[in-house]
């Protein structure tokens, strides 16, 4: 299994321009990125693929202004709300709404998803089988049977298996969080 | 941020549901950045060098990029119109 890399790692292969690096990076935050497009200022499908692709181009042209490697999720957060909320000033000002964007809503839901991407940070971390059993369960809504068919396993383990890698994912964030974790 | 602690098995599970994967196609777009970062340069260069592509630029940018053999993606177009407005 390989061993997965943090942020700041994975940042400094981009910078240092290494072939697999950009494809992981995108890999690793289109998730995020299209769910503050989504979730947290609900733009259209349509002006939120302008948004997702901007975000990229510019995260790919400016990845050298970064002040610390470790900020790209936040500097990547802000980059996307920023354009989300120039996207939704272009759309009023072609269809005027008497709906009007709440930032501590916006705020909320981001703060939920920073939540989130930790989780996934985690999921990441204790990797495959579960990561996959636990994505195609929560992040894709694939029934049981559907993941038991197509991973091979009894649809009746499913269930189980989901409750065993929710356990590992969350002694993987408690150790996380106590920052003791054993080498 | 959040107080991370005192994650359980539901509240692990709702927020993995927030984070679908974004679009296979937007994704892939996405990736290969790199390579139409490379194009806008030699496009870039050869405007630079021939006026009368330069022209062509301006008429039509897209059918212009296209008969250069490049794809016309969004950031292609969108990057050029920008350095062709700024000149």
């Given at each position: 299994m390989p061993v997965e890399q943090t942020d700041a790692q994975l940042v400094s292969r981009c910078r240092a321009g290494e072939a697999d690096a950009w494809n992981e990076f995108v890999e690793r935050f289109s998730r995020y990125v299209y769910a503050i497009c989504g979730r947290g200022f609900r733009l259209a499908q349509q002006d939120a693929e302008d948004v997702f692709q901007e975000v990229f181009a510019r995260a790919y042209e400016r990845l050298h202004e970064l002040r610390s490697d470790d900020a790209v999720r936040p500097w990547l957060a802000q980059l996307t709300r920023r354009l989300c909320i120039d996207r939704l000033r272009l759309v009023a000002r072609d269809a005027p709404s008497d709906s009007e964007l709440d930032e501590r809503d916006v705020d909320d839901v981001l703060a939920t998803l920073d939540e989130a991407m930790t989780v996934r940070a985690a999921l990441d971390?204790?990797?495959?089988?579960?990561r996959e059993i636990l994505d195609r369960f929560f992040c894709r809504d694939e029934s049981y049977?559907?993941?038991?068919?197509?991973?091979?396993?009894?649809?009746g383990t499913i269930a189980s298996r989901i409750s065993r890698c929710l356990d590992k994912v969350r002694a993987e964030l408690d150790g996380r969080s106590q920052g003791s974790r054993p080498s | 941020m959040r107080e991370m602690n005192g994650f359980d098995e539901e509240r692990i599970g709702r927020l993995l549901r927030l984070l679908p994967p974004a679009p296979e196609g937007w994704v892939r777009a996405a990736q290969e950045l790199p390579a139409a970062r490379a194009a806008l340069d030699e496009l870039v260069a050869r405007a630079e060098r021939d006026a009368e592509f330069r022209l062509q630029l301006q008429a039509d940018l897209e059918r212009a990029v296209a008969a250069a053999g490049y794809d016309p993606s969004p950031f292609i177009v969108s990057r050029l119109r920008q350095l062709l407005e700024a000149v």
């Open positions: 971390k204790v990797g495959d089988p579960c049977r559907m993941i038991g068919d197509l991973l091979d396993i009894p649809a | -």
